[in-house]
Antibody
Framework: QIQLVQSGPELKKPGETVKISCKAS????????MHWVKQAPGKGLKWMGW????????TYADDFKGRFAFSLETSASTAYLQINNLKNEDTATYFCGRDANYWYFDVWGAGTTVTVSS | DIQMNQSPSSLSASLGDTITITCHAS??????LSWYQQKPGNIPKLLIYKASNLHTGVPSRFSGSGSGTGFTLTISSLQPEDIATYYCQQGQSYPLTFGAGTKLELK
């Protein structure tokens, strides 16, 4: 069946780097773009941006420009989110979501919880 | 950025009730509005896309309506498994934005 499998929880210190994976299965990876969504503890959903899985071109929301990077390993049907120079406010669950080709998300990963603490 | 104003922020209802959640966009988003359900500790799940289209497998007691700037999500005959937080999301333009959520609780 169609699913997105994300990597496990991460505990990091401020200033470190984390790379989260999102492996797609059950469909042709390059047929659908991938989005990333942040959910801080007890808070709502915030769109981070998306990556074109055909071209690899990323687009970032303003709040996620600079320290955040989306990438692909197309041969492995996997999308990645890397966060550099981690800050306490990066503590959150990060979801990948498949774009159903009309800017909404029909399949979601289980989420990866990143905790940043000294 | 398009702001999505969702109301109410919380709602208490009884089993069997019909409830309505509204979402108002700060500018015209045509029908590019989706609704998601998120149960505690769980992932968001797509309910409605393009304002009024029911996603595969979603019970027919869920319905969506609206266009332009005003949208509603209606749940008819509330069931225990409907207790969750509901979010609207616009897909008209970048950045994609979500409403702040409506937490639905049992009375």
């Amino acid at each position: 069946q169609i699913q997105l499998v994300q990597s496990g929880p991460e505990l990091k210190k401020p200033g470190e780097t984390v790379k989260i994976s999102c492996k797609a299965s059950g469909y042709t990876f390059t047929d659908y773009s991938m989005h990333w969504v942040k959910q801080a503890p007890g808070k709502g959903l915030k769109w981070m941006g998306w990556i074109n899985t055909e071209t690899g071109e990323p687009t970032y929301a303003d709040d996620f420009k600079g320290r955040f990077a989306f990438s692909l390993e197309t041969s492995a049907s996997t999308a990645y989110l890397q966060i550099n120079n981690l800050k306490n406010e990066d503590t959150a669950t990060y979801f990948c979501g498949r774009d159903a080709n009309y800017w909404y998300f029909d399949v979601w990963g289980a989420g990866t919880t990143v905790t940043v603490s000294s | 950025d398009i702001q999505m104003n969702q109301s109410p922020s919380s709602l208490s209802a009884s089993l069997g009730d019909t409830i309505t959640i509204t979402c108002h966009a700060s500018q015209n988003i045509n029908v590019w509005l989706s609704w998601y359900q998120q149960k505690p500790g769980n992932i968001p799940k797509l309910l409605i896309y393009k304002a009024s289209n029911l996603h595969t497998g979603v019970p027919s007691r869920f319905s969506g309506s609206g266009s332009g700037t005003g949208f509603t999500l209606t749940i008819s005959s509330l069931q225990p498994e409907d207790i969750a937080t509901y979010y609207c999301q616009q897909g008209q333009s970048y950045p994609l934005t979500f409403g702040a959520g409506t937490k639905l609780e049992l009375k």
